[in-house]
């Protein structure tokens, strides 16, 4: 039968996200990587925002330098949410 989107030839989900993780397991092997933040296509604008975009923001007002680096796929929608 067909595989659900996703999922590995045992039934393991190819790419799990956690709120600072994110765990590829192609067939066999296991690749965790770390982050500050990590999103799923589920998050929403407001989520990133307030856990990224408010806490830069603040400090821009004070003051300091800020940068946001925003880093994935082509057409990911990394400017619209920003």
Not at 15 to 25: G, M
Not at 44 to 69: C, S
């Amino acid at each position: 039968r067909p595989l659900p989107p996703g999922c590995t030839s045992d039934g393991r989900r190819a790419l799990e996200v956690s709120p600072t993780s994110v765990t590829v397991s192609p067939a066999k092997s296991e690749q965790v990587f770390h982050f500050d933040f990590a999103y799923d296509g589920l998050s929403t604008q407001e989520m990133i925002y307030n856990d990224l975009g408010a806490p830069i923001l603040r400090k821009a007002l004070q003051g300091f330098n800020a940068t946001i680096f925003a880093y994935g796929q082509t057409g990911s929608g990394k400017s619209h949410t920003m």
